[in-house]
């Protein structure tokens, strides 16, 4: 543990920022696997463009958990140790593919995304001021959270529309 890093924080119980790290440690390795395995299992229209997006984003989500871990133990607290644990932890959850067609998997991929951004919004206003190195590393995941959602929904909206011009043509 970092004794005299930590000591620089204030206001903020050490305990309490390793518990909310620890939940978004759970979300990122739940992401992780959620786009690993909707890469594998995508379908339909378009999907290569999907893949491509899917797989960045996979290894962004473990590229967080990396970050997020390395933080927990400087704060002197342990990384989740079971992914069994990750279910109960986790704040965002896991959304199974039930419907692998690409338009789904979309969807689905933006609500994590979106939930992703609220909890790390969340961890920057508890630490903002308090703990400026958690800050600035929810503050960096934050940031690819917010690109992530754009990246899915400009992808989501192009396929969309390529769907609804060949409707038209068709008809
Ligand atoms: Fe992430
Ligand atoms: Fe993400």
């Known amino acids: 543990m970092a004794r005299r890093g930590n000591s620089i924080i ?23 696997y959620q786009y690993f395995i909707e890469a594998k299992v995508i379908k339909g229209i378009m999907k290569d463009a999907a893949i491509a997006e899917l797989e960045q984003h996979a290894a962004d989500e473990l590229r967080h958990a990396n970050m997020v871990a390395d ?24 959304e199974e593919p039930k419907d692998f067609d690409v338009v789904s998997i979309l969807e689905d991929s933006i609500k994590g995304e979106q939930c992703a951004i609220s909890v790390y919004s969340g961890l920057a206003d508890m630490t903002r001021d308090k703990d400026i ?33 060949i409707k038209k043509n068709i008809n």
């Open 10 to 32: 204030k206001g903020l119980e050490i305990s309490d920022i390793i518990t909310e790290l620890n939940k978004a440690y759970a979300d990122e390795w739940l992401a992780y």
């Open 133 to 165: 190195v958690t800050y600035d590393i929810v503050s960096q995941i934050l940031a690819d959270e917010v690109e992530h959602e754009e990246d899915l929904q400009a992808l989501f909206d192009d396929i969309t529309e390529f769907i609804t011009d």
């Open 71 to 94: 933080r927990i133990l400087q704060l002197g607290g342990t990384p989740l140790l079971n992914p069994k644990d990750w279910f109960t932890h986790t704040n965002c959850g896991y």
